[in-house]
């Protein structure tokens, strides 16, 4: 025997090595396969997307912002909430709320920030634009459309007097003054004479334009037009999202939300990028207030409380927290369930509790979770280098016996 060739494995030792390799094998891929049935058929669909050219995924998209544009038109029987519901109102109910959840998932889902008092942006929005076109208003008054970048604006700004005080704190104690600073704001409401507590503001704004009736075109009994313009808004907001999600921004949410102390020890400024998520969602959320106000007509202080807040923050777990698309899904379906099913509308918070319940437990990460891709893309690596060397392993032992 040589010195150099180490000791030669006796025959029987051998067998029972190839035969424990091969079960190895055998389990390796048995555990891939059932970790590739347990994704379901989001996860399933999910894969193909990415798969596809990049060509024939804008293809898909464009059908599918059609198919979405052509609704209120369409109203199909199996969609529709008629009669209990108007359905032009009905989906711009479910655009606006899904444009809250888009904004709330760039502090929840990207940043790993609990924002339970996101209900206080959307009524800052809301206000803004009520107290500048309502004839109720001791204030200016300027054009309806102006109102929106300029809800924006201020909700930014209440966002970063937010941020900068209370980002220092983490989990539940942010989650806890977030929580307050809604309260907050719908207390100011009531106790502010200019706010006007419930008796709140009438004929709010609304874009100009006629139809040839006469009538408005964006009457608040006529939401296809509203639906159309908050669909509009919610795509290029989804465009932007997503050119952030990809920036040097987005990456530095991520790590920050997966371990902000690593993150910072990697030289990534913290505090800064939690401050740009609060001011960013905040002021997504400004603009859906403003949206809302305009349609609704009327604001006053009751339709700003916390269960609405915790309804936002549902729409986004139920989507998929940090998935802008999972985002939109969650909110038009928190939105829809109560107007599809007047019926038991008085139930809807039992009923998404309950649906909470079961996607913590099933799926815990929503109905269309965020791809971690470069995690994804690791493991599948390591997957081919531990099976390339079993591979070896086997053959050699194989060889030598």
Known sequence: MSTTDGPTPLPGAAASQVKANRQSRRDVVGASADARGKKGPFGRWGEKWQAMPRQKQWLYLIVIVLVAYALPVLNPPILSTEPGNDFPLALFSMAVYALVAVGLNIVIGYAGLLDLGYIAFFAVGSYTAAMLTSPDSPFVKIPYLWTIPLAI???MCVGVVLGVPSLRLRGDYLAIVTLGFGEIIRILATLVPAMKGQVGFQNVGRPPGEGADGIPLFANSNGTPWYWLTLTILIIVL?????????????SWIAIREDE???????????????????LGAGVGGMSGALFAGQVGFVNNQKFDVVTSILFVAAVVLGGVGNKVGAVFGGALVAYIPLRFTAIAEYKYLIFGLALMLIMIYRSKGLLPARQRLLAYGQQAYARVRGAKSKTSVASIEKEA
């Open 239 to 251: 465009f932007l999202a997503g050119n952030l999600e990809r920036s040097r921004v987005g990456r």
């Open 153 to 155: 604006v201020v909700a």
């Open 261 to 279: 102390d690593a993150a910072e020890t990697m030289g990534v400024p913290t505090f800064k990028y939690k401050v740009w998520a609060f001011a």
